[in-house]
């Protein structure tokens, strides 16, 4: 029944483990998304206003 217990804990670790990881690549995503936006909105200001912004 012990070792049961055991695989049910290491288990659980590594569900948990996972789900962290995949929170913050989420997060990651929609950081990158906001600076690629950011960055072509900046281009776009750049390339219409010909000076550097």
């Known amino acids: 029944m012990s ?3 055991v695989v049910l804990a290491v ?3 590594i569900l948990l483990i ?3 990881v995949v929170e913050t690549l ?3 995503l ?3 998304l906001v600076l690629l ?3 072509a909105i ?3 200001l750049r390339v219409i206003t010909g ?3």
């Open 30 to 32: 929609w950081v990158g």
């Open 11 to 13: 288990i659980a670790i």
């Open 37 to 39: 936006i950011l960055s």
């Open 3 to 5: 070792i049961l217990l």
């Open 42 to 44: 900046a281009f776009l």
């Open 18 to 20: 996972v789900g962290g």
């Open 51 to 53: 000076r550097r912004v």
């Open 26 to 28: 989420q997060f990651l």
